[in-house]
């Protein structure tokens, strides 16, 4: 009985690299809640600068991780880039502390280290992402590799109970506004120097921990320097060191600068999700070129690449929370919640609150059908994430359709649509993760996590542009009739405005015009929210019809 019960456990090092992924989550997370309302509201900027801003900074978050999982396949190793990532986070912070404290008496400067900030904790994020999830890979020798959706499912709720603590706590703190309404602006800072402690608490608990538990079965300790990796750490047969050609990273090369051109000049990206799509197009050319590859191994991290591509549109619908989904929590939504006014910043909270109520259940339920043969590979999983957040927008479409420009929406929507979003996003993300874990090759394993992730930062470069076409909420309709504007009439051109109209537009941060999207005017919000719908469902729809090819490319693996 004991001995079944070792054998079917998970390893006490997934418990710390839950722990660690934790605090770091609650410092990310943590700060993404705060990070477009202090940009507005404390460095004056337009909310569509915003949403650039922020998808960009996240895109690039998730473009790093290429950066890190190669210096650690190549030099660092897994454990030292976690530390280095954990350290510049806590930095970066930091650094958007002292933003926050100096905007009112310089704001140009205040820009400045904002922009550093961030910046800092691109790096960190590149270093510490795509490692730790490697290592939770790492953890399971091969014959455990059933494991995973499971493991991963679990250690997604350490992701979201930080993610939930970290929007508790630093809207809290930094999301504070008086009896009148009216928002402190100063308090931001205080939300960002939490982030900052806990991302030095989750540092300091992985490097106290991690030689007694994060090791193999033997006892070695796992994501050290790679030139200590030894033979058994890889599969039989199995090459234990890529094999670029010149030719191949001159061609990598080449594709990246052509991919540039074509992005910046050819669709009129910025530089930043320029910068993200030919990076991922290129890696991913890189990897798939490499003469070590056999052609199981290229089939499954062929597969790997076309299940990246579908996510893309998961994540540019779900990381709406922290933009245009915040700003209409903060600008048209009853944020009364059973008698008290919830911060705009922490209507999101209810994602990771669902996560860690509902992570448990899913790995129980893959447990589950899995016993009984019954659970779907893994493609299957992410197709129904994909039907099921299509769904949620298309309700929250039909909800927004009815309350017009000056009505608000109840808050308990936007909690059912973060509920929905959370169902599709345990369909999807720890599935994902997992599924990188079992179909790469151990050489490659740091730097396809990297790939992987390169989805998520496209889908987030595509979310900050969706977003920074969200139209006039009700606030702004509002603010335009106490300046004597007829709002409606001007976007619908049955008026042209005055130059000092358009001034007074334009100090109060109100567009004078619709957005458009792959042609077609953005009118309202229920347009807005349907741009999500027919992306996703189209996804939906082809990952689906996709599957069988899938499952061939996979050569078993489920």
């Known amino acids: 009985m004991g001995e079944t019960q070792v054998k079917t456990a998970h390893p006490k090092g997934l418990w710390v690299l839950f722990g660690t992924e934790m605090w770091e989550r609650f410092n990310f997370y943590g700060m993404r809640a705060l990070l477009t309302l202090f940009l507005v509201n404390s460095l004056l900027m337009k909310e569509e600068e915003a949403s650039l801003i922020y998808g960009g900074f996240l895109g690039l978050c998730y473009l790093t991780p290429m950066l890190g999982g190669f210096v650690a396949d190549r030099f660092l190793g897994n454990r030292n880039c976690i530390l280095l990532g954990g350290l510049l986070m806590a930095i970066g912070q930091m650094l958007l502390f002292t933003s926050g404290s100096i905007f009112e008496s310089n704001l140009d400067l205040a820009k400045i280290i904002m922009y550093s900030a961030l910046g800092v904790i691109v790096f960190g994020n590149g270093f510490f992402k795509p490692n730790i999830s490697s290592m939770v890979g790492s953890l399971y020798p091969k014959q455990e590799k059933t494991k995973l959706d499971s493991a991963f499912t679990i250690f997604y709720m350490g992701i979201n109970i930080g993610a939930f603590l970290g929007q508790s706590i630093c809207p809290l703190l930094g999301d504070v506004k008086d009896a009148g309404g009216i928002r402190d602006i100063h308090a931001f800072r205080w939300g960002f120097m939490a982030a900052s402690v806990a991302m030095l608490l989750g540092t300091i608990l992985f490097y106290f921990l991690k030689n007694k538990y994060v090791v193999t079965p033997e006892g070695r300790p796992l994501g050290g320097l790679p030139s200590k990796n030894v033979a058994s750490d890889f599969e039989e047969g199995e090459a234990q ?8 990273l001159v061609i990598a090369g080449i ?12 669709v009129g990206q910025n530089l930043i999700y320029t910068l993200i799509y030919s990076s991922g197009i290129s890696l991913a050319g890189l990897i798939i070129s490499d003469t070590s590859l056999t052609k199981i191994e290229r089939d499954r991290i062929i597969v790997i690449y076309i299940v990246s591509f579908f996510i893309i549109f998961f994540w540019a619908a779900f990381e709406q929370a922290g933009s245009s989904l915040t700003f209409i929590a903060d600008n048209q939504t009853d944020r009364n919640f059973f008698g008290w006014l919830m911060p705009p910043s922490m209507v999101q909270i209810f994602n990771g609150l669902f996560v860690v109520l509902l992570a448990v259940p899913f790995s129980i339920l893959w447990d589950t059908l899995r016993a009984k043969d019954k659970e779907p590979i893994s493609p299957v999983k992410l197709a129904v994430g994909l039907v099921v957040i299509s769904i949620s927008f298309f309700m929250i479409a039909t909800q927004v359709s009815y309350i017009g420009t000056s009505g608000l929406l109840l808050v308990k929507w936007l909690i059912l649509l973060y509920f929905l979003n ?3 996003e345990l369909c999807l993300s720890p599935i994902g993760l997992s599924l990188v874990g079992k179909l790469s090759p151990k050489r ?12 998520n930062a496209s889908g987030y470069a595509l979310g900050g542009t969706l977003g920074s076409i969200l139209p006039a909420t009700g606030d702004k309709f509002a603010k335009a009739k106490e300046l004597g504007i007829d709002l409606q009439a001007v976007l619908d051109n049955k008026v042209v405005p005055t130059a000092e ?46 599957t069988p090819f899938l499952k061939k490319m996979m050569h078993g693996v489920r």
């Open 255 to 266: 594709a990246f600068v052509a991919l540039g051109f074509i992005f910046h000049y050819g």
């Open 422 to 424: 959370t169902c599709a």
């Open 444 to 455: 490659f394993a740091s730097l396809l996590y990297g790939v992987f992730f390169l989805s």
């Open 241 to 248: 060191k890529a094999n670029f050609s010149s030719k191949s």
């Open 501 to 546: 109209q358009l001034s007074l537009l334009e100090k109060h941060q109100i567009s004078a015009h619709n957005h458009f999207f792959a042609g077609f005017e953005i009118h309202n919000l229920y347009e807005f929210f349907m741009v999500f719908v027919v992306l996703t469902g189209i996804a939906a729809i082809v990952l689906f019809a996709l």
